[in-house]
């Protein structure tokens, strides 16, 4: 049988490996000059390949993300890295590494198994206008047309790859809207004056009176607006409601003291008022000097009130502009719609496979894309198929 894989990351490259170990003629069309370029930018260049704790809540609400998760452990996961040459380690949150923490080395290894297998690969061009002849698939690459006995769908999305055309393949028609995710957030009024400085808070998306989620973790302030794993994770509630037409007034309500409640907080700055503090010194070892300048400048004048500033400095309130665009954006959410999908073997109605993130699935920061990129491949396979491919080397 003659497969067509378009893409080349972790879905295409997973699924071309386990149908070259299964003695299938395997071609991989990517577009970019090498294979596996997103691939090796994540992790900052360590490559965050999985998470140890993944499930359904890391997700967008799919009945894919299910099926598959139920189908894929993360056990099995492991045995396909492994038998690609791939140990991996996790950290105390549940985030997978290679040993080697090189995301490059993981494109390597992954590249010399589909070609000690027999996997080609056609990079540097693009694979458009498939259609369906007979029982085959014509597909224009390049300059020439090829036919092949099937045709499966990788190509990612246009997240920190700003040429990728996933309608180039499947008619536009069948894709939800998409929306960048995982991204900086650009918010209203942003004060210059915290550009680039780092926090450890408690942040909460909210519509209204209304809490959408909830995150701990590092922030980064801009100079636009808001960024870190945590702002990246909440972006994804919103991306997934514009994917739905949905809009809100959303608000990222920061606790720059989750160490601390309000109550405690009051009684600190009290005390301090009382003792002679100056109004500029009355974060000094709790807050930022700049983001301490924020702060006071919010809660107004009146340095007495030590309510309304142990509230502001608990409820640092961001009003939300936009989301950033794709080459800021980890990951795309919105995809080919699940209607069109079989959730059973990931076919659309004429026989194309749709693997990763082209498929209407997006999950949150920490190796879940990754995970649910090949395990979407995994998935497509029989138990016997799959584990002829890990007993090979």
């Not at 149908?19 to 090498?34: H, L, M, Q, S, W």
């Amino acid at each position: 049988m003659k497969i067509l894989v378009i893409g080349g990351g972790m879905a295409g490259l997973t699924y071309a490996i386990v149908a070259a170990k299964n003695g299938y003629d395997v071609t991989v069309a990517e577009r970019n000059p090498r294979l596996g370029k997103k691939i090796s930018m994540t992790g900052n260049g360590k490559c965050n390949i999985g998470n140890a704790n993944v499930n359904a809540s890391c997700y967008n609400k799919s009945a894919i993300v299910s099926n598959v998760l139920n189908k894929i452990s993360v056990d099995e996961y492991v045995k396909f890295l492994y038998s690609c040459g791939i140990v991996i380690y996790a950290d105390n949150e549940g985030r997978m590494y290679p040993l080697s923490d090189s995301a490059n080395g993981v494109v390597d290894c992954l590249r010399e198994q589909l070609e000690k297998y027999g996997g080609k690969t056609v990079c540097g061009v693009e694979a458009s206008n498939c259609r369906k002849v007979g029982d085959r698939y014509e597909v224009r690459i390049g300059g020439g047309k090829y036919i092949f006995d099937k045709v499966v769908l990788a190509c990612g999305s246009r997240s920190q790859s700003l040429d990728v055309n996933p309608y180039t393949v499947v008619s536009q028609n069948m894709f939800t809207p998409l929306v960048p995710s995982l991204t900086p957030v650009k918010v209203f009024n942003m004060d210059g004056v915290l550009n680039g400085i780092r926090v450890k808070a408690d942040v909460t998306l909210l519509d209204g009176a209304l809490t959408l989620g909830k995150q701990s973790g590092e922030v980064l302030f801009k100079d636009y607006g808001l960024s870190g794993i945590c702002i990246f994770n909440l972006s994804s509630i919103i991306a997934r409601k514009q994917v739905q037409r949905k809009n809100g007034n959303y608000i990222f309500s920061v606790d720059l003291v989750p160490s601390m409640s309000q109550w405690d907080l009051g009684e600190l700055l009290y005390t301090r008022i009382k003792a002679g503090y100056e109004r500029s010194k009355l974060f000094y070892g709790i807050l930022h000097n700049k983001v301490a300048e924020i702060v006071l400048k919010r809660a107004g004048g009146d340095v007495s009130d030590v309510s309304k500033l142990s509230e502001t400095a608990k409820n640092l309130q961001f009003e939300f502009y936009k989301l950033l665009d794709y080459s800021m954006s980890q990951v795309t959410s919105g995809g080919i719609d699940d209607r069109y999908i079989d959730t059973d073997t990931l076919s659309l109605p004429d026989g194309i496979v749709a693997l990763g993130e082209v498929l209407n699935v997006d999950g949150i920061c920490g190796g879940n894309n990754l995970y649910f990129a090949a395990a979407s491949a995994l998935y497509t396979f029989s138990e016997t198929e799959r584990a002829t491919a890990y007993k090979k080397l």
